[in-house]
């Protein structure tokens, strides 16, 4: 188990809707310090235990400068990552679909490398990876990624035992988010989603499915493909 009480938090991505519930309820649990890192990040929190922090993920020159700033993390969560606008497989370039990778795969593995060192030094430390129920169900590039994302996570939890870092994996449907405002779809509240993955990190849990659409996803990957796409039945 991994308690929030005098954790040292770092949340990537802290300026979106997600990062800044990660951030008050990290607080609200009694975390010492949250660095909020961000390209740009806020300077505007109010709130001496939070430390802003500039952090491009698809920078390793930046991921390397704020893991010798951030040497005291405990909790690290990859929350920082792009949508892809919806765009078609078959008829996008490579290298557009290369760049949705590059943030939401291969920027994640590099804070987590650059990091590892950082939580092995750190008793009690912790990796929180966010994914989406779109990691099980395939409409794009970015749900591609995001199981992706979601394998190497499955591979980096058993390699991060041998430093006694646990790693959580969280998944989640449509989140009331700046990022997704367009979106005339039923949204979830950050916060509704942030205390049920925190929740899980605290019980131990190693995979948290935080709300009914990501439960409803996971679950209908042990029926037939056509229970996840119904339009398969309908071609057949």
Same mark, same amino acid.
């Given at each position: 188990m991994t308690a929030l009480r005098n954790a040292v938090v770092l949340v990537t991505g802290a300026n979106g809707g997600l990062g800044r519930a990660f951030v008050a309820d990290a607080l609200q649990r009694g975390a010492a310090k949250v660095y909020a890192s961000a390209r740009t990040p806020r300077d505007d929190w109010n709130d001496p235990r939070i430390v802003p922090l500039t952090l491009d993920i698809n920078s390793p020159e930046s991921v390397a400068a704020a893991a010798e700033?951030?040497?005291? &993390?405990?909790?690290?969560?990859?929350?920082?990552?792009?949508?892809?606008?919806? $765009?078609?497989?078959?008829? &996008?370039?490579?290298?557009?679909?290369?760049?949705?990778?590059?943030?939401?795969?291969?920027?994640?593995?590099?804070?987590?490398?650059?990091?590892?060192?950082?939580?092995?030094?750190?008793?009690?430390?912790?990796?929180?990876?966010? @994914?989406?129920?779109? +990691?099980? $169900?395939?409409?794009?590039?970015?749900?591609? +990624?995001?199981?992706?994302?979601? +394998?190497?996570s499955n591979v980096?939890?058993?390699?991060? $035992?041998?430093?006694?870092? @646990? $790693?959580?994996?969280? @998944?989640?449907?449509?989140?009331? &988010?700046?990022?997704?405002?367009?979106?005339?779809?039923p949204k979830e509240d950050p916060r509704d989603i942030v205390a049920a993955i925190f929740d899980g990190l605290e019980a131990g849990e190693h995979e948290v499915l935080a709300d009914d659409t990501s439960r409803q996803v996971k679950q209908g990957l042990s029926g037939p493909l056509s229970a996840l796409y119904p339009q398969l039945q309908t071609a057949s």
């Open positions: 700033q951030a040497a005291d &993390t405990t909790v690290l969560i990859n929350n920082a990552g792009i949508l892809d606008g919806g $765009l078609p497989t078959l008829s &996008t370039p490579l290298d557009a679909m290369r760049s949705v990778f590059e943030t939401n795969v291969f920027a994640q593995l590099s804070v987590i490398q650059t990091f590892a060192p950082v939580l092995a030094r750190n008793d009690g430390s912790a990796v929180i990876n966010v @994914h989406s129920a779109l +990691s099980w $169900l395939g409409v794009g590039p970015y749900s591609a +990624s995001k199981a992706a994302f979601w +394998s190497f980096l939890r058993v390699e991060l $035992l041998e430093q006694k870092t @646990h $790693l959580l994996g969280a @998944h989640l449907g449509y989140t009331d &988010t700046p990022m997704i405002a367009a979106l005339d779809v």
